[in-house]
């Protein structure tokens, strides 16, 4: 079975703060793919990270980071410097090797304060 | 260009109508799928439609009917919905159905009344 857990719900930060979504991972593939979108209020999700199991490194872009680490299945993910424009639903998801369906945690609800 | 557009944007139906919801990707996209999401909820998936076949149908109710009419277009036919079937639909795009990243549109906020 594939699951992804985020185990916060909501998370809330006062702007400039760093924040670390956590996501927790468990498949059975020895292949597969983990995924970050971001869905604001305007509701559409946007695609942020793609990582294969194969590539470990971590990956920073900008004010985002992520951290990969196939030991704890975890694919955390952190945010510096926090904007009121981060506030948002956070998605975590994985798909193995079982064709295209995205196996989603239930989201973190960021919100930045200003 | 990574847009996927979706017409309507807000659509309010009775229980008795039929209606569509449009999707339409031009970044070359394979495979297309349509999600359905209800508040506080992440997606879930309905259908996945991979080189225009359908290759998966999560046992969805034969009230919602998925069409393929070519690489670019995906519909989504609804016909005699109950109330509980409001929700954000989605629909998204990727290259290749296993590999590659999905890209979502802005959704269809589907009222049934």
């Known amino acids: 079975a594939q699951k992804v857990t985020q185990a916060q719900t909501e998370i809330s930060v006062v702007e400039k703060e760093d924040v670390t979504l956590d996501c927790v991972y468990e498949?059975?593939?020895?292949?597969?793919?983990l995924f970050w979108y971001k869905q604001p209020p305007s509701g559409e999700l946007v695609f942020l990270i793609r990582?294969?199991?194969?590539?470990?490194q971590n990956e920073i872009s900008g004010r985002y980071s992520w951290n990969f680490q196939k030991s704890t299945s975890s694919f955390n993910f952190t945010i510096t410097a926090s904007q009121v424009v981060d506030s948002a639903v956070y998605f975590c998801?994985?798909?193995?090797?079982?064709?295209?369906?995205?196996?989603f945690g239930q989201g973190t609800e960021l919100s930045v304060k200003p | 260009d990574t847009e996927v557009t979706q017409t309507p944007k807000h659509l309010v139906m009775g229980m008795t109508n039929k209606k569509s919801l449009k999707c339409e990707q031009h970044?070359?996209?394979?495979?297309m799928y349509w999600y359905k999401q209800k508040a506080k909820k992440p997606p879930e998936l309905m259908f996945v439609?991979?080189?225009?076949?359908?290759?998966i149908n999560e046992s969805v109710p034969s009230r919602f009917s998925p069409e393929c009419p070519n690489s670019s277009l995906l519909n989504l036919h609804l016909h005699a919905l109950q109330p509980e079937d409001s929700a954000l639909y989605l629909c998204?795009?990727?290259?290749?159905?296993?590999?590659?990243?999905?890209?979502f549109g802005p959704g269809t906020r589907l009222t049934v009344t």
């Open positions: 998204a795009s990727s290259q290749e159905s296993q590999y590659y990243e999905q890209y």
């Open positions: 498949t059975r593939d020895t292949t597969y793919y």
């Open positions: 990582r294969n199991s194969f590539d470990e």
């Open positions: 998801a994985l798909r193995g090797n079982q064709g295209g369906k995205l196996i």
């Open positions: 970044m070359g996209h394979r495979a």
């Open positions: 439609y991979s080189y225009e076949k359908l290759s």
